[in-house]
């Protein structure tokens, strides 16, 4: 059964659908909304799995449908959905790992009371990554990105009550809010540069030969070719959103939310986005390549990114004691692998790391969940212990876990991803530094996993929360063995020896695979680091299990010091908080001045002038136009009543002053009349 | 002396007499009497003026004189009416206590 | 001639002053018969006998007659008849207020070239009168009929008004 790209829409849609319906759901229509959640998600499962199967069916084609969206003037703006085998592979995945974590979810939350929430925002934020997955515009990859970010600051903030999770949502969407920023200006840039925002339209597209060839050729700010400068801006929002140096900050604080969120969103889906996006771009981040004379390559800046993250995740990875930050920073190590990848030119070999990360780290988490859920909430590592007698199933899918991302050779999934990545680095002529800083991260890894591993369920349990803890029911257990098995099979689908794969990803239908010996000398380097790290990690935390919670870690007992650096993720939140909050709260504060006192001030003075006025004329009014009335009626009053003190009533007198009064006028007449 | 001259000055005379007799007394009978004389003084005045003043219609002084002596009548009735109706209410004929239209 | 007018004039002006100035009202009413008498005897002097005999019906008939009624109907003693002048004061303002009217008619008078209009006496019959009165005086002799009958219906409610009311029973 395929699907065609006509109806690959659906595939976004069902669970937006879901997500729609239940944000009107009350609060106890539990079953209805989880069961809304994973209907929707397996119906789209279903659908994905078509959707491979169609894309496989031609693997070298970019299967597109798009459409307009609406026209300004004279342009039109186009949106489309893609088919390829990249969209497919990661369809399937998506889908897979989101069914399980949402059923694992029903189990989990089941005492929560905002139950019908979480599902709602889990959906939505299902639909916003699948949508961004079948993208044909960089525009509604967009649309995509910021929908996973608004449902991962939802789902963060879950537990709103808690001031730490409501600062950790915060913190996640101003973060990832500054790579997008990037992400959008070059989203802009490559609009005005070539009119369209489509992958690929029928030889128009941005990701074609012609419009690729002018981007490379134009030479913008600082020699840098165009192309090299939309791709380093659209890495950005991937800095952001898959948590690389220097923007990783928010991916530990993002533990705060419930475990099943930090499962799907932290680890498998929302930050492999960023690798997705730049595997999804990768003719344009690679077309500068063919240019001679550019003074930066868009990739090189990627592959060192990629490094420094691998390496800084992995160290600080190795002094936390809390289950999910451990988890958290080797989320950022492995990511860091992957954009590792993607620069040293093996796109192939990061998406098939992201594939078997996400199954493997998805399982972690889960089974970190499980424990906590079990320990009644405990999370510090110094006070688990013990569980592997109390959990069977969970230690055992854990143990799976752990080596898959250690790599433990052949067996595991992990090593063959990890293997493609340093091959691939080993091949990259421009530098051997991120080689370098790929064998060490083996190395920490194995470290810290055996570490995490021994602390939580080897020795005695050293507190009666583990002591009581026991296994949890089926609807949590029965997703940790299916990723166990994904785990462990999913390996065998990218060897060197068969890389089925990677070439359906590149569009090859035969399948070349390389003869064992190329490479072998690697293979066996990075197979000993492993079991050097494992061997340490064994000597320092499994040989003599801690007995004691408030005891030192082996490694803060002989180096203090580094230990907290180490602990306090070698100062990069003390940095930020040193520089750009201290920024932001000055100017906060003088934005506060400026609002209190001058704007204020003049609305202040402004409304004083308009209050003494007011007073003034009310003034002028009583003393100046009702005295002057008052005395001009009092003057006529007066008056009036001195003119009638003339009527006597005295006859006499009328007659009287008659008399001498036409006497006064005649004689005025007489004299007038004589001049 | 102008015969004319001399009836003028009569009739002025006679005026000022009636009016200080109406000034000066305090009985308002007396002062309608004041009254009295003085249009009497005027009736001469357009008398002497008929007599030897220039030559106008022929009896129009006299016509003017007849009214005035019917007027004159006519307003003499009315002030002793006037005086009777006083005297029935104040019980005196002082025009001094006359004064309740005083303003 | 001037004679007969001298010697009518202060018969006259004689007669009015004293009857002005007496304090017995009988007697101011008689000496003013004798003053409007002076005056029909001018207007006789002047040539207009119609007026001279109006003058004495009028005034020495009628006008006097209606006098001395008002002054008999509004006495209640003997003393009331003797009403003197206010006050001296009272006086003195009457002469001042006379004595300036007159000065300043006399000045006019004197000061006005007059010059008697030629001829003889002049008549009008009475005939004469009566066309002149009925013809192009027809209006005003109209009002004063008017006039007339007003004063005499005002007159009559004046002095009769109070009696209407009946009186109250004396306990």
Redesign the interface.
């Known amino acids: 059964m395929h699907l065609s790209v006509a109806h690959l829409w659906l595939i976004p849609a069902l669970p937006l659908a879901a997500a729609g319906v239940g944000a009107f759901l009350p609060r106890r229509a539990r079953a209805l909304a989880a069961g809304l959640a994973i209907g929707a998600m397996a119906l789209a499962f279903v659908l994905a799995c078509g959707a491979l199967a169609g894309a496989l069916a031609h693997p070298a084609e970019h299967a597109v449908a798009n459409f307009a969206w609406f026209d300004f003037g004279p342009a039109t703006l186009r949106l489309g959905w893609l088919l390829d085998p990249l969209t497919g592979f990661m369809l399937v995945m998506v889908t897979l790992v989101a069914l399980l974590i949402f059923i694992y979810s029903t189990g989990y939350l089941k005492t929560d009371a905002n139950f019908a929430r979480f599902f709602c925002f889990l959906s939505l934020f299902a639909a916003g990554m699948l949508g961004l997955l079948a993208a044909n515009s960089l525009l509604l990859l967009f649309v995509g990105w910021e929908l996973v970010g608004v449902s991962s600051y939802l789902l963060i903030g879950f537990w709103f009550q808690r001031p730490a999770a409501a600062a950790a949502a915060k913190k996640a969407f101003i973060t990832t809010r500054i790579g997008d920023l990037g992400f959008l200006l070059g989203l802009l840039w490559l609009y005005d540069a070539t009119g369209s925002l489509l992958f690929y339209d029928g030889g128009h597209g941005v990701l074609e030969a012609s419009v690729l060839g002018s981007l490379a050729a134009h030479a913008t700010m600082g020699g840098l070719a165009l192309s090299t400068a939309i791709g380093l801006l659209i890495f950005c929002g991937a800095v952001g959103k898959s948590g690389q140096f220097p923007l990783h900050v928010w991916l530990p604080d993002a533990m705060e939310g419930p475990t099943p969120v930090s499962a799907l969103i932290h680890a498998a889906t929302m930050v492999a986005a960023g690798v997705f996006l730049i595997a999804r771009i990768y003719p344009l981040m690679a077309a500068d390549l063919a240019v001679a004379g550019a003074p930066v390559h868009a990739l090189t800046v990627v592959a060192a990114i990629g490094a420094i993250t691998a390496l800084l995740g992995a160290l600080v990875a190795t002094a936390q004691t809390d289950l999910k930050r451990v988890l958290a920073y080797s989320t950022v190590s492995q990511l860091g692998y992957m954009m590792l990848a993607l620069g040293v030119g093996s796109w192939t070999a990061a998406i098939f790391h992201l594939l078997t990360h996400a199954c493997f780290k998805a399982l972690l988490f889960l089974g970190a969940g499980s424990v906590i859920h079990a320990a009644h909430h405990e999370q510090d590592i110094r006070r688990l212990g013990g569980l592997a007698g109390r959990q069977r199933v969970t230690f055992a899918t854990f143990a799976v876990g752990m080596m898959a991302l250690s790599g433990v050779p052949f067996l595991f999934s992990g090593f063959w991803s990890k293997e493609g990545i340093l091959h691939a680095a080993e091949g990259w002529d421009v530098s051997r530094l991120p080689l370098y800083a790929g064998l060490a991260a083996v190395a920490l890894t194995a470290f810290y996993m055996t570490r995490l591993t021994a602390e939580v369920f080897g020795g005695r349990p050293r507190t009666d929360a583990a002591a009581h803890a026991h296994e949890n029911s089926a609807v949590m257990t029965v997703p940790l063995v299916i990723l166990a098995i994904g785990a462990v099979v999913l390996g065998f689908w990218g060897t060197p020896a068969w890389p089925w794969l990677q070439s359906r990803l590149r569009g090859e239908s035969a399948v070349l695979g390389v003869s064992w010996w190329d490479g072998a000398a690697l293979m066996a380097l990075s197979v000993g680091l492993v079991a050097l790290g494992g061997v340490a990690g064994w000597a320092l935390y499994g040989r003599k299990a801690r007995t004691d919670c408030r005891a030192p870690d082996p490694v803060e007992a002989a180096a203090p010091r580094v230990y907290a650096a180490l602990a306090s993720g070698l100062g990069c939140d003390a940095f930020y908080a040193a520089t750009f909050l201290r920024l932001n709260r000055l100017a906060a504060a003088a934005a506060d001045f400026l609002e209190r006192w001058v704007w204020g001030g003049a609305i202040w003075v402004v409304a004083g002038l308009g209050r003494w006025v007011g007073r003034a004329d009310r003034r002028a009014d009583e003393a100046g136009l009702n005295a002057g009335f008052n005395a001009a009626s009092a003057g006529l009053r007066s008056a009036g009543r001195r003119y009638?003190?003339?009527?006597?009533?005295?006859?006499?007198g009328y007659?009287?002053a008659m008399?001498?009064a036409?006497?006064?006028l005649?004689?005025l007449g007489?004299l007038g009349g004589s001049h | 002396m102008n015969p004319l001259t001399i009836c003028l000055l009569f009739s002025g005379a006679l005026f000022a007499v009636g009016l200080v007799g109406a000034l000066a007394r305090s009985n308002a009978i007396l002062v309608l009497l004041g009254i009295e004389l003085m249009l009497n003084a005027a009736n001469l005045n357009l008398i002497a003026f008929w007599r030897f003043g220039p030559a106008a219609a022929p009896a129009t002084g006299v016509i003017f004189a007849i009214f005035g002596i019917a007027v004159a009548a006519a307003e003499a009735a009315v002030g002793l009416a006037l005086a009777i109706a006083i005297h029935r209410h104040r019980g005196s004929l002082r025009l001094e206590e006359a004064t309740r239209l005083k303003g | 001639m001037n004679l007969a007018l001298v010697l009518i004039a202060l018969l006259t002006l004689a007669s009015a002053g004293v009857a002005l100035a007496r304090p017995n009202l009988i007697h101011s009413a008689l000496l003013l018969i004798a003053s409007w008498m002076g005056i029909a005897a001018f207007y006789l002097w002047a040539g207009a006998e119609f007026i001279a005999f109006a003058q004495v019906l009028v005034y020495v008939g009628a006008v006097s007659m209606v006098v001395l009624f008002a002054v008999l109907l509004t006495r209640r003693s003997r003393a009331d008849l003797a009403v003197g002048p206010a006050s001296a004061g009272r006086a003195a303002g009457a002469l001042l207020a006379g004595g300036a009217v007159l000065a300043v008619l006399a000045h006019a008078v004197i000061a006005t070239p007059l010059t008697a209009a030629p001829g003889g006496p002049r008549s009008v019959t009475v005939r004469e009168l009566g066309l002149e009165l009925l013809g192009p005086h027809a209006a005003a002799l109209l009002a004063v009929g008017l006039i007339l009958t007003l004063a005499l219906l005002g007159a009559v409610l004046l002095a009769a008004g109070e009696r209407r009311e009946p009186e109250e029973p004396r306990p």
């Open positions: 009638s003190r003339a009527q006597t009533g005295d006859a006499h007659l009287r008399a001498i036409f006497a006064v005649a004689l007489i």
